[in-house]
């Protein structure tokens, strides 16, 4: 599986802002994917993460209410919709994926990952 992450950006507090990750290969094997992210000194976290079944999510209690990951299955795409940023949320964001049967929200467990990509907010 490849993962392809676009749109980051550098935006104002209150700004909005979509992420975009293409998935491509044997993308019928992956289990759950999502976006974490990576400040500076600080380290990965989940963002947002969804089962391809839709059973099992994940949202960080920091973005509740403002991110949401709306998803294209027809064009194995992703996405991570952030509203209302704020300074807090500027960091390295990336796409993962992972297979098997296994919920898990720890980074070490996705075996693919896309390049970051980087979100910087102003205040």
């Known amino acids: 599986v490849q993962l392809q992450a676009s749109g980051g950006g550098l935006v104002r507090t209150g700004d909005s802002l979509r992420l975009s990750c293409a998935a491509s290969?044997?993308?019928?094997?992956?289990?759950?994917m999502g976006w974490f992210r990576q400040a500076p000194g600080k380290e990965r976290e989940a963002v947002l993460l969804?089962?391809?079944?839709?059973?099992?999510?994940f949202t960080a209690a920091s973005v509740k209410g403002r991110f949401g990951i709306p998803r294209d299955n027809t064009k194995n795409a992703m996405y991570l919709q952030m509203n209302n940023l704020i300074p807090e949320d500027t960091a390295l964001h990336y796409c993962?994926?992972?297979?098997?049967?296994?919920?898990?929200?720890?980074?070490?467990?996705?075996?693919?990952w896309g390049q970051g990509t980087l979100v910087t907010v102003s205040s």
């Open positions: 290969g044997r993308t019928s094997d992956i289990f759950a």
């Open positions: 969804v089962s391809t079944s839709g059973v099992f999510t």
């Open positions: 993962a994926a992972k297979n098997g049967r296994m919920w898990t929200e720890r980074p070490g467990d996705y075996e693919y």
